[in-house]
């Protein structure tokens, strides 16, 4: 999986975090290093979709966001797609 | 390093960076920069100028499979109203996905100018999520070539009452004015000839690149 959109929800999906917290933690559990480019590309196109929105905060420039309902419900569909793929591959695989 | 990407940074379009341009910085400041990192901040920039940001575009990017999902657009209503100091734009754009999904943006824009500052609020709401109100305030600064230095004030009504404030000094491609202009007569006439408003959009992006499109 490397998207940047879907990467930055499968970060959010964890927990509310500010870019900087997103592309560590993304490096963590994906291996991938998002640009900082990249990272707000991504968050600008999903703020935009209405998939995730900043939080208040008393920090003005580390600005947090969240997943929203609409953004949770697009990220388990993709996840699912995904995992049939997997599932498919694999067995394809064991079988070759 | 760092100083060099605060730099780049301004490659940013001014709406875009009046919107994300602080904590934008932030995270460069957060960040141990590599040189590929500086590339991604000048490919970034350049996506976002190809499609002129404001809060109601989509941008795009090569690597980003979403992007092509949401580029099909018909544009159900469009209005064009010339008011004192300025002009409004009020529309209803319907964007369907590869997958079929549709989603209704709504979108009301108004801009004025009052000589040395001027104003633009654009009320968005995409189906049944809660409609967002970005209201512009901006005090036109120095020009230098094609780009005047601007202090401006965003201002974010969110749904719940709360509002959020974020101060920026931006720079503005005077030449975007021109285009705007260019681009509302073209729309008056095709109307006037009898096209529809979607037949109009479509006429527009053919004779337009996206280079030359309006920044709100």
Same mark, same amino acid.
């Given at each position: 999986?490397?998207?940047p =959109? ?6 959010? =999906?964890?927990?509310? *975090?500010?870019?900087? &917290? ?7 559990? &994906? ?10 590309g ?27 309902? &609409? ?19 694999? *067995? ?5 | 390093?760092?100083?060099?990407? #605060? ?14 341009? %602080?904590? !934008? ?21 350049? #996506? ?6 404001? /809060?109601?575009?989509? /941008? ?8 092509? +999902? ?5 544009v ?12 409004e ?5 319907? +964007? ?9 943006? %709504? ?6 100018? !009052?000589?040395?500052?001027y ?14 109100? !970005? ?8 020009v ?19 509002? #959020? %404030? ?13 285009? #705007?202009?260019?681009? %509302? ?11 529809? /408003?979607? +037949?109009?959009? +479509? ?14």
């Amino acid at each position: 999986m490397s998207d940047p =959109a879907l990467l930055v929800l499968a970060s959010l =999906a964890g927990g509310d *975090k500010h870019g900087y &917290a997103m592309m560590e933690d993304i490096h963590r559990f &994906a291996g991938v290093r998002l640009g900082p480019g990249t990272l707000y590309g991504a968050i600008t196109r999903l703020e935009q979709r209405g998939w995730i929105r900043p939080l208040k905060s008393s920090d003005d420039r580390r600005q947090p966001y969240t997943l929203s309902a &609409a953004g949770r419900q697009y990220l388990e569909e993709q996840l699912s797609g995904l995992s049939q793929v997997v599932r498919t591959g694999l *067995k394809r695989l064991r079988h070759a | 390093m760092k100083r060099l990407a #605060r730099h780049l940074a301004r490659l940013y379009p001014g709406p875009w960076r009046a919107r994300y341009g %602080r904590e !934008f910085e932030a995270l460069l400041e957060e960040t141990n920069l590599t040189w590929r990192d500086l590339g991604d901040v000048i490919a970034g920039a350049l #996506r976002m100028r190809l499609k002129t940001w404001n /809060p109601s575009s989509t /941008p795009e990017g090569e690597n980003d499979t979403m992007d092509q +999902q949401a580029t099909l657009l018909r544009v159900i209503d469009l209005k064009d109203r010339d008011i004192p100091h300025g002009y409004e734009l009020e529309s209803t754009i319907e +964007q369907t996905r590869a997958d079929g999904s549709k989603t209704l943006v %709504r979108q009301f824009f108004r801009e004025l100018d !009052f000589g040395g500052s001027y104003l633009t609020v654009n009320h968005l709401s995409r189906d049944s999520e809660a409609a967002q109100t !970005f209201i512009v305030s901006g005090t036109k600064g120095e020009v230098a070539g094609d780009f005047r230095t601007d202090r401006t004030e965003m201002l974010v009504l969110h749904a719940d009452g709360t509002v #959020r %404030r974020n101060e920026q000094t931006v720079k503005t491609c005077m030449k975007h004015e021109a285009v #705007r202009e260019k681009l %509302r007569e073209t729309y008056r006439n095709g109307l006037k000839a009898g096209l529809s /408003p979607h +037949q109009v959009y +479509q006429k527009l992006r053919l004779e337009h690149r996206p280079e030359s499109e309006p920044r709100a």
